[in-house]
C-alpha cells in the first residue's frame, strides 16, 4: 500500500455499457452516458475484511455475501494483491437492472476497484484494475471477459485484443455518433444467454463475420459512420439469442425503418441498442423500439446518449 487515505469514504460512479456492438462478440464493448451503478467504499478499522452493508436502487435482490457479489469479489481481489489490512464497509447503488445486459456486473465491479485505488492512493494502472474488476466478472458470467470492464473503465468503444493478461485498445468514435439503448422489462442472465450459442460455427459464417469486424474497425479509423452502420450485422451470436427476446425481429425492423445506422443485442441482452447520426434520429428510433416491446406486452426503459468519452470516475471523497 502506497499511503493512507486523508479521509474515511470514496464513491466511485460506473458507467452501463454495451458489449459486442453487433459484430465484436466478446471483444467490442462501449460505454453510455446518464445511468449507471455508485459504490461507496468506507474504512472499517474495526474489522480486517469486506462488509457489504446496504444495496439500494433499481435492484436490491443481489448477494450480500462478500464472496459472491461481483463488487465485492472484485475488492477482494485487489485487497489481497495490494496488500491492504484495513477493514471496508461497501454501500452498493445499483442504478443498472439485474440481467439487462447492460453490463451491471462489470459497473459494480469497476465502482469497487476504483474506489479503493483512490481510497488507499494505490495509483494502479487501467490495466491492474481491469485485472481485479475481471474476477467479479468471472463470478457474475463463469468468464472474465474484458468487452464490458474496459469500456467500464477507459470509457469510450474498446477492444479487448488480448485476455491474458487482458489488453485493450480505445477505438475512435465519430462525434455525430447518438446511442439510441431501451430495455424490456425481463430479464436474461448471462450464463443461460451464452448456453444457446452454436459450439461449432461454418466457415463461411466465420469469414463473413470477420470482414463485418474489420470492416466496422476500418469505419472507426476513417470516421465514416456509413461504413461502420453497414458493417454491424451479426450472423452467429445475434440469431442465437433473438429468441430470447420477444419483440426482437419487430424492433430490428422498425429501428432500420427509422433509420437507425446499425441495431444490435445489447451484451447477453435483453437490452437492444441502435446508433444513429442525429438526436432526432435517435428519438425516432427510441420510438420504435418501445412500439415493439409494447406490442410484445414488455414494459421498458430507455435512453438515448453518445458513446461516452468518461469511463468510471470519483465522485466524492479523497480530493474528488
Not at 22 to 30: I, Y
Not at 183 to 195: C, N, S
Amino acid at each position: 500500500m502506497s499511503g493512507s487515505a486523508p479521509e474515511r469514504s470514496v464513491t466511485v460512479f460506473a458507467p452501463a455499457t454495451v458489449a459486442n456492438v453487433a459484430v465484436g462478440f466478446d471483444v467490442l464493448g462501449f460505454a453510455l452516458d446518464g445511468v449507471g451503478d455508485r459504490v461507496t467504499l468506507t474504512l472499517d478499522e474495526s474489522s480486517s475484511g469486506l462488509t457489504i452493508e446496504s444495496i439500494s436502487g433499481v435492484e436490491v435482490d443481489l448477494p450480500k455475501e462478500a464472496d459472491r457479489n461481483t463488487a465485492t469479489v472484485a475488492l477482494a481481489a485487489l485487497v489481497r494483491g495490494c496488500g491492504v489490512e484495513t477493514g471496508l464497509a461497501v454501500a452498493l447503488q445499483k442504478g443498472i437492472p439485474l440481467g439487462s445486459g447492460m453490463g451491471g456486473s462489470a459497473a459494480s465491479a469497476v465502482a469497487a476497484v476504483v474506489a479503493a485505488d483512490r481510497l488507499f492512493r494505490l495509483d494502479l494502472s487501467r490495466e491492474e484494475l481491469l485485472r481485479y474488476a475481471l474476477e467479479g466478472e468471472r463470478v457474475a458470467s463463469g468468464a472474465a471477459h474484458a468487452d464490458n470492464a474496459a469500456p467500464c473503465l477507459w470509457g469510450g468503444l474498446t477492444a479487448a485484443i488480448a485476455h491474458d493478461p487482458p489488453e485493450v485498445v480505445r477505438l475512435p468514435v465519430p462525434d455525430a455518433l447518438v446511442c439510441t439503448l431501451v430495455h424490456p422489462r425481463m430479464r436474461i442472465e448471462t450464463r443461460a444467454a451464452r448456453e444457446v450459442l452454436p459450439r461449432e460455427i461454418p466457415l463461411g459464417a466465420w469469414v463473413e463475420q470477420s470482414m463485418h469486424l474489420c470492416g466496422f474497425l476500418v469505419g472507426c479509423f476513417e470516421g465514416d459512420l456509413s461504413r461502420m452502420g453497414r458493417s454491424m450485422v451479426d450472423r452467429i451470436v445475434g440469431p442465437a439469442r433473438s429468441s430470447l427476446i420477444p419483440g426482437h425481429d419487430r424492433a430490428r425492423d422498425g429501428a432500420v425503418r427509422a433509420g437507425a445506422l446499425g441495431f444490435g443485442i445489447a451484451g447477453s441482452g435483453p437490452s437492444v441498442f441502435a446508433w444513429s447520426s442525429s438526436p432526432d434520429t435517435a428519438r425516432a428510433v427510441e420510438r420504435e423500439l418501445r412500439a415493439a416491446f409494447a406490442a410484445a406486452g414488455l414494459d421498458t426503459d430507455s435512453w438515448i446518449s453518445p458513446v461516452s468519452r468518461r469511463g468510471a470516475r470519483v465522485e466524492s471523497g479523497c480530493g474528488s
